[in-house]
C-alpha cells in the first residue's frame, strides 16, 4: 500500500495532555525494557529485536497515515521510548561504553539530525511535518532524543550519584526553567526541544523511582506494576483525545 500524500501536520499540538503523554511513555520506556529484559527473563539482545521488530512495524503504519492518528502516533512514541532505552542499555551494559562517552555520542548525532534537517527544510518546527522527508527528520530526532535522555539520565542518577528522587527534582526544574524561558520570549522551536529531551531522563528518574527497590532508593512499585499503570494512563488519555478529535470531525 502506498504512503498518502500528506497535506495535514502528522504531530499533535502540543499542549499539557501532549507532555503529559510524552513524560507516562518515557517512563514506560525505561520500566518496560527492564521489565523484559530482566525480570521476563528476555535478555537485552532479544528484548531489542523484539521491540525493534514492533518499531518498525509501527512506524511504517504511521508513515502510511494522511493526518494525525491519535493511537498509531502515540503507539510509535512508547516503542521508540523503548527502543531508545534499549539502545543505550546495550551500549552500556553489553559493550561497557561509559554513559559519558554515550551521551556525547547521542548529542552529536542529536545535533547533526537537527543540522541536515534545517539544511534541508530550513525550519525545526514541528508544526510542520507535511512531508515524508520531514517526518522521517522527526522520527529521527525523537529516536535519539530518547537514547540521549537514557544516557543522560542514567548519568546523572547512577554515575554522579544523584538517586532516583533527586533525579526527578532536578529534571523537573530544568524543565520548569524552560518554560519560564518560553513565557519571558524564548524561541519555541528550541524551548521545545530542549524540554523533550529533558523529559526522558525525567521519565526515567520517575520509572525507576517507582519501580526499584527500596533497597536501591526506589518505592517499590516494581517493574510490571509501575508499566501496567502508567500504560493504562496512557490507553485512556490517548481514548479521550480520539474521541475529542472524533466529535470535532463531526461537527464539521
Given amino acids: 500500500m502506498p504512503i498518502h500524500p500528506r497535506s495535514f501536520n502528522k504531530v499533535p499540538q502540543v499542549t499539557l495532555t501532549f507532555w503529559?503523554?510524552?513524560?507516562?511513555?518515557?517512563?514506560?520506556?525505561?520500566?518496560g525494557a527492564d521489565y523484559l529484559a530482566v525480570n521476563a527473563g528476555l535478555g537485552v539482545a532479544y528484548t531489542g529485536t523484539l521491540m525493534g521488530g514492533l518499531l518498525i512495524v509501527a512506524l511504517l503504519y504511521q508513515l502510511r497515515q494522511a493526518r494525525y492518528v491519535p493511537w498509531v502516533y502515540w503507539l510509535t512514541v512508547v516503542l521508540l521510548s523503548v527502543v531508545g532505552t534499549q539502545i543505550t542499555d546495550a551500549l552500556t551494559d553489553g559493550l561497557g561504553i561509559s554513559l559519558y562517552a554515550s551521551t556525547a555520542v547521542f548529542s552529536i548525532l542529536l545535533a547533526v539530525v537537527f543540522g541536515l534537517w534545517y539544511r534541508r527544510e530550513r525550519t525545526l518546527d514541528i508544526r510542520s511535518i507535511v512531508t515524508l522527508r520531514r517526518e522521517l527528520f522527526y522520527w529521527s530526532a525523537i529516536l535519539l532524543t530518547f537514547a540521549l535522555g537514557t544516557a543522560a539520565g542514567d548519568l546523572a542518577t547512577e554515575a554522579l550519584g544523584l538517586g532516583f528522587r533527586v533525579g526527578v527534582v532536578v529534571f523537573g526544574c530544568l524543565i520548569a526553567a524552560i518554560?519560564?524561558?518560553?513565557?519571558?520570549?524564548?524561541?519555541?522551536?528550541l524551548t521545545f526541544w530542549l524540554a523533550y529531551i529533558l523529559t526522558r531522563p525525567l521519565g526515567a528518574s520517575l520509572g525507576d523511582l517507582l519501580s526499584q527497590s527500596q533497597e536501591y532508593g526506589g518505592i517499590g512499585w516494581g517493574t510490571i506494576n509501575t508499566s501496567a499503570v502508567f500504560l493504562l494512563v496512557i490507553a485512556g488519555l490517548v481514548t479521550m483525545i480520539s474521541l475529542q478529535q472524533f466529535n470535532s470531525k463531526e461537527k464539521s
Avoid: F, P, Q
Fill in 179 to 189: 518554560y519560564v524561558a518560553r513565557r519571558l520570549g524564548a524561541d519555541a522551536v
Fill in 20 to 31: 503529559l503523554i510524552k513524560i507516562l511513555s518515557t517512563t514506560v520506556g525505561e520500566t
